[in-house]
């Protein structure tokens, strides 16, 4: 055996004395779970000390600021308690492979049905999905007990195909892989890491795995097979299959080809070949096909009817098998009923190959999938993550203790296969059950099966059926069992967390609800756990309040955290940031990529929490209609970006203008908290600035990203400053009526400069708003003129009426204006119309914060003149 001998003595183990003396696998609390609790208990005094505060200053006042920060602070606490469930217990796993066989022999091994999902030839190219299943075909584990299921949502002929090459290569590789006791069994990765078995043979297979993927690839590249690899009478027949004219990859009828038949094709070598089925379920426009749990179920009962295998796993095709052993670790937990008599499922963590240094995006998702699972293991047992996961197939028939009998007795998972997979009764049965009707009026997807109404099945999932009663046990060995890859775009990776917010608040929301339903079926802290992820959209609130609410109040000269609060803000903010700090480095996690980490929560926020709880909340069957064609389509990828660039300019700005304020003033006036909480936004923000200004490369910002982001930043910053002021000049300042003289104390505070800038922000922004997409702009840029003018005629009259004249002269505007016109008219197009008009309006502005009348109007005239 190749088991490296695990020390077994000195481990202090939670193993009865029941178990046999070699145990299968053992239990150990992690010690720094005492850490956690104490620590919790002065966290929560903090908080309420925190929300003490927070109540006395709403009695005292109720503003739109001390509300929002209440809110979102309510929000940061509810998250925090949540992510406490996690801490409370994490326990380390160990199993002992070498011991299995002792109570096993290899013979007894159950059969395994392995389901790969892959729905996109284009995103997800067939042939990484070919490497998938060679992987995990070629486990070390008996091959007439394995059986591959490839589930194809695509319908696609060149999945098709790249499996056929695949299954034919496969005839050499297991062999290859099984006489060289190969550790890395996905034919890519090995060919890419340097091992080396003997150079002859190595080429040899080298060369015929290049000869299949160029094959493969180009196929792809055709869109379609071409003649001349369709070689048997038995290809042409499947072929002609999908070119039938009823066949579009939405549109078509069920079908499943055995590829690889385990009672009868052989490798080279003379040994039986797993089974490989290739499945591509009906898919009818008008019938909803619920995404990849409808995949997966229709997996589940093809497989029941042709090898309904006890153990199932479920791998996605962007995953390979990096382990040959894992089955033999899963046995040691699912053939062990007697001490795991509940046990559903055996989740491995999802792990990814290809990170960069930093992990700037934070694709390994460190606390999801490694640091969180082993919190929830010490409960009772891990969420399901969608992949790399083994269930017993009795999950999916009821509880424990409440089995639901299938609609036909051939899905039974007590039902013992008698017939060939490919005798005809078989084969009709099986396309009978992939039909896209089939499931109606049944429960699958309700209390059988994977579970449909959520975007993330995984979790959705995984939750019912802990719910109802099964435990699950995480598996983290340190060889990884599967290893993915990740998306290498920061598109791609917010569209993928913008879908998976949805499908959270679309269980967060249900009447299955965690905090609901979920701590009534399994207890506060596992109910606490899924509501962590189920709630984790609403992030979006706080984060976004603290990158905008303090930098506004900043530049407007408003101090927001009171100082007696100083400490009470620094310690909250260490207190969470310190420990996830240091969770992330104890999970063999980097400094470095610590910072990525939490960079990315702050950057989804802002982005993909945003967007996604807004999408769910206008979400309406219209939309989840387009959903379902469109899931792989994001085409929307600017209005992601452009919240984060806003916030990273505006914290640049306040936070230099923080800067500014203390040196000038020499003292910190109440903003401390303020400018640290703009610094922290700047510190983030570093990639945003040279993404905007120094880079040149096609990854940078776009150019009218960063243009939409900087008119909205001086909006947001104008209608703040008008909020701020109050009515009188918000008024003014969206007529065009200059700045303040002689207000009120409030209105004093506001330097006139900036009250010019709010003006001109606004009114070239609602200016540029309204000359878009008019078919004559020199015309509606007179009309606009004239009501402008007309506008502030009016005001300035009725507040000359009103308070007594005005220190700022307006008739010269009348004089103007027929110039104004003038001019526009011949302006040549839109681009120079736009520019004279805002250099109008700030030219008319400036010359208004002088004094005196007469100076005003020369200045105006002057500027005028040389300017426009
Ligand atoms: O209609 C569909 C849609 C997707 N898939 C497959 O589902 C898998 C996951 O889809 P992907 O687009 O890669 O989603 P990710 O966000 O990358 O995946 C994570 O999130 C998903 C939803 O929660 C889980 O299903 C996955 O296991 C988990 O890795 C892939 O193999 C797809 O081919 C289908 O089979 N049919
Ligand atoms: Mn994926």
Redesign the pocket.
């Known amino acids: 055996m190749l088991f490296i001998k695990t020390k077994k003595s000195k481990m202090k183990t939670t193993t009865t004395t029941t178990g046999p003396p070699q145990p299968l696998h053992s239990l150990k609390p992690q010690r720094r779970r005492h850490l956690n609790r104490v620590f919790a208990v002065v966290y929560t005094l903090a908080i309420i000390s925190l929300f003490y505060h927070h109540t006395l200053k709403l009695f005292h006042s109720t503003t739109i600021i001390s509300l929002s920060l209440f809110i979102s602070d309510l929000i940061l606490a509810y998250m925090w308690s949540t992510n406490q469930a996690f801490r409370m217990n994490p326990v380390s796993r160990k199993v002992f492979p070498e011991n299995l066989e002792k109570f096993l022999e290899r013979k007894d091994f159950p059969a395994m049905d392995i389901f790969i999902?892959?729905?996109?030839p284009y995103k997800?190219p067939p042939i990484n999905v070919v490497n998938t299943a060679l992987s995990v075909m070629a486990y070390d584990y008996p091959s007439e007990k394995l059986s591959v299921y490839v589930?194809d949502?695509g319908g696609s002929e060149l999945t098709m195909f790249a499996f056929m090459e695949g299954a034919k290569f496969g005839k050499v590789w297991l062999p290859f892989c099984r006489e060289n006791n190969i550790m890395d069994r996905c034919p890519d990765a090995y060919f890419r890491s340097n091992y080396v078995v003997s150079a002859d043979q190595d080429m040899e297979v080298k060369m015929m795995y290049e000869s299949m993927k160029i094959k493969i690839e180009n196929a792809v590249a055709r869109g379609s097979i071409s003649d001349e690899y369709i070689t048997t009478d038995q290809d042409r027949h499947l072929f002609s299959q999908y070119r039938t004219k009823t066949f579009t990859r939405q549109s078509h009828p069920p079908l499943v080809q055995v590829l690889l038949n385990s009672n009868e094709d052989v490798d080279i070598m003379g040994q039986f070949m797993p089974n490989l089925i290739y499945i591509s379920r009906e898919k009818r426009k008008t019938t909803p096909?619920h995404?990849?749990a409808?995949?997966l179920n229709a997996l589940v009962r093809v497989s029941s009817i042709m090898t309904n295998a006890p153990i199932i796993l479920t791998l996605?095709?962007?995953m390979y098998s990096n382990d040959p052993f894992t089955l033999q670790r899963v046995l040691c937990y699912l053939s062990d009923k007697f001490r795991m008599p509940n046990c559903g499922y055996v989740q491995f963590p999802?792990r990814f190959h290809g990170l960069n240094k930093a992990d700037i995006y934070a694709s390994e998702h460190k606390r999801l999938f490694l640091v969180n699972p082993s919190g929830m293991d010490g409960l009772l047992g891990p969420s399901y993550?969608?992949?790399g996961c083994f269930f017993h197939r009795r999950v999916f028939f009821g509880g424990p203790s409440a089995y639901i009998e299938p609609e036909i007795p051939e899905l039974s998972p007590a039902n013992i296969v008698d017939k060939p997979i490919n005798s005809e009764q078989t084969l009709n049965l099986a396309h009978h059950v992939s039909g896209c009707n089939y499931e109606n009026k049944t429960n699958w997807g309700s209390k059988m099966g994977f579970r449909y109404g959520s975007?993330?099945?995984?979790?959705y999932s995984g939750f019912r059926l802990q719910c109802e009663g099964w435990r699950s046990i995480f598996c983290n060995a340190s060889r990884p069992a599967f290893l993915?890859d990740v998306p290498i775009t920061l598109i791609d990776v917010l569209s993928?967390n913008k879908?998976?917010s949805i499908?959270l608040l679309e269980v967060g929301f249900s009447k299955f609800s965690p905090l609901t339903f979920g701590i009534r079926a399994m207890g506060i802290l596992m109910g606490q756990s899924y509501a962590y992820y189920a709630f984790w959209p609403v992030w979006f609130f706080p984060i976004t309040t603290y990158a905008f609410l303090p930098s506004l109040a900043l530049l407007n000269a408003i101090p927001i955290f009171p100082e007696p609060w100083f400490f009470l803000y620094v310690f909250l903010f260490i207190g969470a940031y310190g420990q996830d700090c240091l969770d992330f480095i104890l999970y063999e996690g980097t400094f470095i990529r610590w910072w990525s980490d939490q960079r990315m929560w702050l950057i989804r926020g802002l982005s993909s929490y945003l967007f996604g709880s807004i999408e769910y909340i206008i979400m309406d069957d219209e939309q989840s209609k387009r959903y379902d064609q469109g899931?792989?389509e994001f085409g929307v990828s600017s209005p992601l970006f452009v919240p984060l660039i806003i916030a990273a300019i505006l914290n640049l700005v306040a936070f230099l203008g923080g800067i500014l304020h203390i040196f000038k003033e020499k003292s910190l006036d109440n903003f401390s908290i303020q400018i640290l909480i703009a610094g922290f936004g700047v510190l983030n923000s570093l990639p945003f600035y040279t993404a905007m200004v120094l880079r040149s490369d096609k990854g940078r910002m776009p150019i009218k990203t960063t243009i939409t982001s900087t008119i909205l930043t001086g909006a947001l910053y104008a209608i703040s400053t008008s909020a701020t002021c109050g009515l009188e000049l918000s008024v003014r300042s969206i007529i065009g009526n200059g700045p303040l003289r002689n207000g009120s104390e409030k209105h004093k505070a506001v330097p006139s400069f900036r009250a010019i800038q709010s003006c001109v922000c606004t009114e070239g922004f609602r200016y540029l708003l309204k000359i878009r997409n008019v078919k004559n702009p020199n015309f509606a840029s007179c009309i606009y003129f004239s009501q402008y003018t007309f506008l502030s005629f009016i005001v300035r009259s009725s507040h000359d009426l009103l308070l007594g004249p005005s220190k700022i002269h307006y008739s010269f505007t009348w004089i103007n204006t027929l110039g104004v016109f003038q001019k526009i008219l011949y302006l040549k197009n839109a681009k120079q119309t736009c520019f004279y008009f805002l250099k109008y309006i700030f030219i008319f502005q400036f010359s208004q914060i002088t004094l005196s009348k007469a100076k005003q109007i020369t200045i105006f005239l002057f500027l005028n003149k040389t300017l426009l």
């Open positions: 999902c892959t729905a996109d997800e589930s949502d096909h995404f990849k409808g995949a996605d095709c962007d999802q993550v969608g992949t975007l993330v099945e995984d979790y993915g993928q879908r998976w499908g899931i792989f």
